[in-house]
């Protein structure tokens, strides 16, 4: 048994560019780890063999609580890596599959072995923080084969900060242990005082098993078939093995299950229906079943765990259609609220929480984000979640439970949020080490002036003007429901006063939209920005503001064609391939076409629709990323891949459903028992769609959308319970 200190990484230097938390670019994900699984609080990275090879400072490998617990595997054949047929995780994201086949295998200058002789089988998934493995080998030749198989693996439990580029002063200690003819455990002793462990296990055992390396040999006849199993553990203590069959069944029931909840979504266009597929099934792998309900975890790799503002938004998106998943964010989140003050994790009483973590550097307070509660736009967005999960469900029930947490929250942006008593909700870190833009922008040069200033001091968002706004207006309705029409009234009056705060302050005439914010001196940042499209979806802007902020919108200099931009293509701060100043996010676009339609600027929320499926028809699996870059769109290119962008992400995947949303006009009135469609208007790409089992309250209906000419017609094709549906103007 070896013990060794772990090797130290390198440091990236911060730029006024950068945070200490900038994820470093060396290579991009998508080329370099195109295969992803995801199951509870483990995920992993493969490249298109199913391997993992070298992955130095890229989040290639096995994580668990973002530790990255196997570090390398790689299959060979006599010392060759096979030749790649095909790779695939299948539609419900259980299992990656990977076909591959013998290379022209050599020996004293003769071919022994012919290429394509041998079929190999791999199929991953993961269940309950391990990783299954079964490897099939067939012989497809007419003569006996002979060769050797080895995996080679390690585990160098990386924190995934490490990995992020962050740097450690010290690290923990690691062993490795041969336990038995089967069987190698690597075990970590972090400074946290913490043990973790990876058990890898061979069945049936190899021929030869050393601490990094599997060897089995094969004797196949013709037609001759063998099979072998690895598990990879990822543990704090003994690792349970149990029988391949066991946990693929039961991870395919879980996958069953997911994809059962609230309704679904089926369309007359095949490249639709693969889209609308892998929207569902992406986000079905992201949540995560927690104490509290289901939760959708932001996004793999960086991001595995629960965000605040992350998992409202998806919420949002995915209200019309299951609105379960609104009840176990809301129920997470008041659990995880803030209650008292604490300067190093950007706290207060009544606050949201931004973002959790469970690995080395976090408990250590390496980085911050053990619990972090630095956002400024988790806490509003959970009283508009409350508001409206309410106002789709009518679920008096969880909102009387929530109603503390509600008011602490409302408390909060009245008290904390509002540093300065003006009225807005501004910003300003407490901690040297926390997030220095608190938005959903959060780069360190996202907000600026006109001239390329970076905004000084306590910072006022647009947008999230407008989610304080709409969460006084849907708290009044809440408090007015539970009886107490004092405050009902005082929240109505206080979002009121806001409402002409904010037009008279954040509108700038001279560009035609609002100020992407104030800086700490009450300067409005005079840049055209996608935060003012997020205003409309809260309905703080007046129909006639509202008209040109769209035309901004829609104009070439945000709109790419494939998306909005996050900030105008002539911008002093410009870069199509930047993070927040110039790239299309789905969510953003999502978000701004919900509020296009709010207004009824449905040919604006068409034709983002129309840009983000084309987009997604030249990605890999139709799967729209966290986000992409902002280059112009021209005839037969495709869109412009971000390298280190998350894939899946919640709230990407979840833009489908809520640009339908936007496109359908869709509210769904638990008061009066009706699904309302306000001027349904289909995309060009879509001649029909059909809603299956869409449910309010205790009935349901299968309804059919066709295109009809210039309008839209809504046929029931199914009904059970009470339930009407109308068509409103």
């Not at 307070?365 to 967005?381: C, H, K, M, N, Q």
């Not at 109505?492 to 001279?510: G, H, I, M, N, Y």
């Not at 829609?554 to 199509?576: H, I, K, L, Q």
């Amino acid at each position: 048994m070896e013990a060794k200190t772990l090797p130290q990484t390198p440091p990236v230097q911060a730029s006024d560019e950068t945070s200490s938390f900038y994820i470093q670019a060396t290579e991009s994900i998508q080329e370099r780890w195109p295969r992803t699984l995801k199951q509870g609080d483990t995920f992993a990275l493969f490249d298109m063999l199913g391997d993992v090879v070298e992955p130095g400072m890229t989040p290639g490998g096995m994580f668990h609580n973002d530790t990255r617990y196997l570090s390398g595997v790689q299959l060979l054949i006599d010392g060759q890596r096979p030749l790649l047929l095909s790779s695939a995780v299948e539609n419900d994201n259980v299992v990656l599959i990977v076909d591959l086949s013998n290379p022209d295998i050599y020996q004293g200058g003769k071919v022994v072995l012919p290429r394509e002789t041998l079929h190999v089988r791999r199929s991953k998934f993961l269940w309950d923080g391990t990783c299954h493995e079964r490897i099939a080998v067939h012989n497809f030749g007419p003569e006996p084969q002979k060769c050797f198989l080895s995996l080679s693996f390690a585990a160098d439990f990386a924190d995934l900060f490490e990995v992020r580029g962050m740097q450690r002063p010290r690290r923990g200690t690691m062993t490795t242990l041969r336990k038995d003819d089967h069987t190698v455990l690597f075990r970590y002793q972090g400074l946290d005082g913490r043990e973790r462990r990876t058990e890898i296990c061979f069945q049936p055992p190899p021929a030869r098993l050393s601490e990094s390396e599997a060897i089995f040999a094969l004797d196949l006849p013709p037609d001759g078939r063998a099979a072998l199993v690895m598990t990879v553990c990822c543990t704090d203590g003994e690792a349970a093995h149990v029988p391949f069959s066991q946990p693929y069944r039961a991870a395919r029931r879980a996958a069953q299950r997911a994809a059962s909840l609230g309704g679904s979504v089926t369309s007359s266009n095949a490249l639709a229906n693969r889209m609308l597929h892998r929207a569902g099934a992406d986000l079905s792998m992201l949540i995560t079943e927690t104490r509290q309900g289901p939760y959708p975890y932001a996004g793999t790799p960086w991001f595995s765990t629960p965000f605040g503002r992350d998992g409202i938004i998806t919420a949002l998106e995915m209200l019309w259609l299951d609105p379960s998943l609104a009840r176990g964010v809301l129920q997470f989140l008041a659990v995880t609220q803030a209650t008292k003050m604490d300067d190093a994790a950007d706290a207060q009483p009544g606050k949201i929480i931004h973002e959790m973590r469970n690995c080395e550097m976090a408990i250590l307070g390496e980085v911050p984000f053990g619990r972090y509660y630095g956002s400024i736009d988790a806490t509003p967005l959970f009283v508009l979640l409350a508001a409206r999960y309410f106002a789709r469900t009518g679920d008096q029930e969880t909102i009387r439970a929530l109603w503390p947490n509600i008011q602490a929250a409302l408390a909060w942006i009245d008290k904390y949020g509002d540093r300065d008593g003006d009225g807005f909700v501004e910003y300003y870190r407490q901690s040297e080490n926390g997030l220095s833009n608190q938005g959903w922008k959060d780069s360190q040069d996202s907000i600026f002036h006109a001239d390329g200033r970076l905004a000084p001091g306590a910072i006022a968002l647009c947008e999230v003007q407008g989610y304080v706004y709409a969460a006084k207006q849907g708290a009044s309705v809440l408090a007015r429901m539970l009886g107490d029409h004092a405050q009902a009234d005082a929240l109505s009056d206080a979002a009121e006063r806001l409402r002409q705060r904010f037009e008279e302050k954040f509108w700038c005439p001279e560009i035609g939209t609002y100020a992407i914010a104030l800086d700490g001196d009450k300067n409005p940042c005079r840049v055209r920005s996608s935060n003012a499209g997020q205003v409309l979806f809260c309905g703080i802007a007046s129909q006639e503001r509202a008209v040109r902020v769209a035309e901004s919108l829609m104009a070439p200099e945000m709109f790419s064609g494939w998306g909005v931009r996050t900030v105008a293509s002539d911008c002093s701060r410009y870069n199509p391939m930047s993070y927040h100043n110039g790239s299309v996010w789905p969510h953003d676009n999502a978000l701004i076409a919900l509020g296009l339609a709010r207004y009824g600027l449905k040919r604006g929320a068409g034709a983002i629709f129309t840009g983000m499926f084309d987009a997604a028809s030249h990605m890999d699996l139709m799967r729209f990323p966290e986000l992409f870059c902002g280059f112009g769109r021209r005839r037969g290119t495709a869109p412009t891949l971000y390298p280190v962008a998350c894939a899946p992400q919640a709230w990407a995947s979840a833009v489908p459903f809520a640009l339908l949303e936007a496109c359908l006009g869709i509210v769904c009135d638990h008061q009066r028992r009706e699904v309302r469609f306000h001027n349904p208007v289909l995309p060009r790409f879509l001649e029909e769609i059909r809603i299956g089992n869409l449910q309010l309250d205790s009935a349901c209906a299968d309804l059919r959308l066709r295109r009809n000419g210039a309008g839209t017609e809504v046929a029931i094709m199914a009904q059970r319970g009470d339930i009407s549906i109308r068509i409103a103007q």
